[in-house]
């Protein structure tokens, strides 16, 4: 291995060669040897060579292989030839002693050095050192004097002794080098794996980063780099009952499916969890659109486990560069916008980034800020809306339905800030304030009458939900058994491992189930099997049409009879006619709800429809 000399300085090879004049002067001067004269002459000569010839090729330095390198080897090589012979010629023609002491230190001295300087290069060492020293040794041995002949042997020691330093200074460096080499090797093998996602084996979000910029800045006039974001739509569900290992698997094979259909030179990555993002060049939105498709249908092709198969979808956003954004960084966030739309609008379909899609988002955040107020500012109140018994036509419990003032704006509908205070997170100490405010309202009405309160999927997922709301139920002494909870089929549908648990925790103390909204989503029979539902509301849109033969009506009396099947209560939610309400009574609703009876009231006006509904005093009208 060769390693390098530190022979690259030009001030070394200067301040030697001085001090070799400085010691060889005195022999010429002391000698008057036309011989020795003529190799002091040289060795000025080669060294002002070396010198210049250093300056003018100075930027070829170091490069290995280079004329220049081997011109220096050459002039290093024959200046310790000339500085031996100095000191051979100094013993051979006995010069006066001062200056013969003079020619022989610079020859030791100059050999003692190479062996130092180029020990990473040891046959160039090798020869500077023998060049140096053989002509003095041989003259030394011709001498017939002990104290010259001395020289002899003293000179073949101190070349075995620098031969061994050079030695092991070369193997220092060599294994140091060595390591540095290996280092360098393991940082750079360190760096390609930092890039890569252990589970896909596709770029991770570093290595899509890393990507992205390259890309975006090699992109030609023209042409449009696409990123398409993909989210897998439920992969928490398949994690969740399935196991990791499966969801591992099932990100593998997305990957694979992904690589495989997006075009080529297109860059896949895994950008955590179960996002993806494709970047890829085209010219035209129509080209995207027609990748962005084909992913799509690729993602949703079932999946084969075991013997089972898998239905897995996905939604996409995608933006374009430069379209979209002047920097990777903008359309990154569009794309992300434009996912979120996707997701929003019902997942399993793409949508390209729109500035339209900014503007809502800025409304949301608005809102979402102003809701906070809302709370702190108590302009949220809650109101009860009655729900009858179809059959004896009275109250039998009360919906908590949230309602919101604004100062400015007027009544702002919970279809409106609901969806934005769970995405926002606010729904938590919402939802919490609700279920306390209802219950203290409802501990004032009669024992029969049950509270009705709706559950946000997020109230559920919260650490210690459920503790929470028999905390709200015991400080406002309401017994759990006149609770129930109204859950979408939403709220099982992205279930974690909270939900079981959650409803098992609060059905064991004795609060109610309903299963809300019953017919809009995928209506699954599974989970009225699984959960401790004791009873469905149908949704109104099944409930409005007031043809009584038609298709909705006849869905309504088969809810009604599975649910009498399974012992369970069915609820006609949205009743506004006399018409509707006959229908769903004929089909075998057993209770109802809907403007016909009542809206939504202040807790002080559903204590008067209780009042009047029994006959009895209320409190205003005991204290009047
Ligand atoms: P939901 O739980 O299905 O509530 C019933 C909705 O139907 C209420 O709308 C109610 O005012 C409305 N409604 C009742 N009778 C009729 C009728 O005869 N005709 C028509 N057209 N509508 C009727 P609201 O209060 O606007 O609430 C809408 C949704 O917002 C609720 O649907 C519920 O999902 C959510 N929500 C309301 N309050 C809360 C709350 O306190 N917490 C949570 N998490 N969600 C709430
Ligand atoms: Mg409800
Ligand atoms: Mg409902």
Known sequence: ???????????????????????????????????????????????????????????????????????????????????????????????????????????????????????????????????????????????????????????????????????????????????????????EKMQKLARIDAVTGLLNRTGLNHELVERSMTLQPGRELALIWIDLDHFKEVNDTLGHQWGDRLLCEVGIRLRKSAPPGACVARFGGDEFIIACEANTRAEVTDIAQRLLAEITRPMRRDNQLLEVSGSMGIAVLPEDGEDIDTVMQAADLALYHAKLNGRKQLSFFTPAMTRALKHRKDMEAELRRALRRDELTVHYQPIFDLASGRIRAFEALVRWYHPQRGEITPDEFIPVAEETGAIITLGNWITAQAARVAATWPEDIILAVNLSPLQIRAPGAALGILAALREARLPAHRLELEITERVLMEHGPNTETFMAELHEAGVHFALDDFGTGFSSLGYLANYPFGKIKVDRSFVSGADPKGKRAAIVRAISSMGRALGLEVVAEGLETEQQIAAVREAGCTLGQGWYFSRAVSAEEATRLIAAERGMLTPAQLTA
């Open 1 to 187: 291995m060769q390693v390098g000399s530190v022979n690259s300085q030009v001030v070394t090879i200067a301040l030697s060669s001085i001090c070799g004049l400085l010691l060889g002067l005195p022999a010429v001067f002391d000698a008057h040897r036309p011989l020795l004269t003529a190799v002091v002459v040289a060795m000025a000569a080669v060294a002002i060579t070396r010198v210049s010839l250093y300056k003018t090729l100075e930027r070829f330095v170091g490069s290995e292989n280079h004329p220049f390198e081997r011109l220096q080897a050459v002039g290093a090589i024959t200046y310790a030839l000339l500085s031996g012979m100095l000191a051979a010629l100094a013993i051979a023609y006995q010069i006066p002693a001062a200056a013969r002491t003079s020619a022989v230190v610079y020859a030791v001295g100059f050999s003692a050095s190479a062996a130092a300087r180029h020990a990473g290069r040891p046959l160039v060492a090798v020869s500077q050192m023998v060049l140096a020293l053989l002509p003095l040794i041989i003259a030394a041995a011709l001498q017939s004097d002990i104290d010259d002949l001395m020289l002899a042997p003293a000179g073949v020691l101190m070349l075995c002794g620098m031969y061994a330093i050079t030695h092991d200074i070369y193997n220092v460096l060599r294994d140091s080098l060595t390591v540095a080499d290996t280092s360098a090797r393991l940082a």
